[in-house]
């Protein structure tokens, strides 16, 4: 298998309205796949609450505060409103990557279609919660606070960059989740072409097994950290939405 057929989209429910391909994938398999998951998980987690909690329970308790802290560090008591949005983010983005590192799977969160459509989500809260919060004073955030004759250069400058947001924060995720598998891929071709090879070229196989198990706790980590930094970027942007730029 080539190393980037793992991320090839493939129809499992082939339909076309109106000249337009909305045919069921593999991509949209695994996205219902996570979402009932996660769901399932911290519904059965939480369904009978217990004074002694299981490890189950006792693993959505620690999601659910460590999201908490996060928005409550990052944007204050105002933030915490928006929890159900945020900890919803963190645990699809979470789920998917973790659900991705199941050989045969589909990572969800290798696609710059699904990483975009997340990060256009959050932006459109920005902006929203931001209009709704300070009326025509949001745009405030562009201006900030320098001598008069500064702002002909830093007001673009500021426009682009919160323009720019949506691709920062979707490449970033895209970007990982596809180099760390495609990593995989590559070590795991090694493995098996020095295995088939026979002889010395057998026992060199090993370098390359002993690389895969070391890149897949890696990833294991990355899948973690690349949730964090969405969910916690997107409390730094709604903070700003909330405070302009009480909070710099």
Not at 158 to 164: A, R
Request: net charge neutral; charged share 5%; glycine share 8%.
């Amino acid at each position: 298998m080539q190393p980037m057929e793992q991320f090839t989209i493939k129809p499992i429910v082939p339909l076309h309205i109106g000249g337009y391909d909305v045919s069921f994938t593999n991509q949209s398999l695994l996205m219902v796949v996570v979402a009932l998951a996660a769901a399932s998980f911290l519904t059965v987690a939480m369904g009978g609450r217990r004074l002694v909690p299981s490890r189950a329970q006792s693993m959505a308790e620690m999601s659910y505060e460590f999201v908490a802290n996060m928005i409550n560090a990052s944007a204050g008591q105002d933030g915490l409103k928006f929890f159900p949005f945020v900890f919803t983010l963190f645990v699809f983005v979470l789920f998917s990557n973790f659900f991705g590192m199941i050989p045969g799977s589909f990572t969800v969160t290798s696609q710059i279609a699904v990483t975009f459509a997340l990060a256009s989500l959050v932006i459109l809260t920005v902006i929203v919660t931001g209009f709704a919060t300070h009326g025509i004073g949001f745009l405030k955030l562009f201006v900030p606070k320098a001598p008069w004759y500064l702002l002909i250069l830093l007001v673009p400058i500021e426009v682009i960059s919160f323009l720019t947001r949506p691709i920062s924060l979707s490449v970033r995720l895209f970007a990982n989740m596809l180099a760390g598998h495609t990593m995989l891929a590559v070590f795991g071709g090694f493995v098996v072409l020095l295995g088939g090879a026979g002889g010395v070229l057998s026992v060199l196989s090993i370098a390359p097994m002993a690389l895969i198990v070391a890149i897949m706790l890696l990833e294991l980590l990355v899948a973690f950290l690349q949730a964090y930094v969405f969910a916690i970027l997107t409390c730094i942007y709604l903070n700003e939405a909330l405070h302009l730029h009480d909070h710099h």
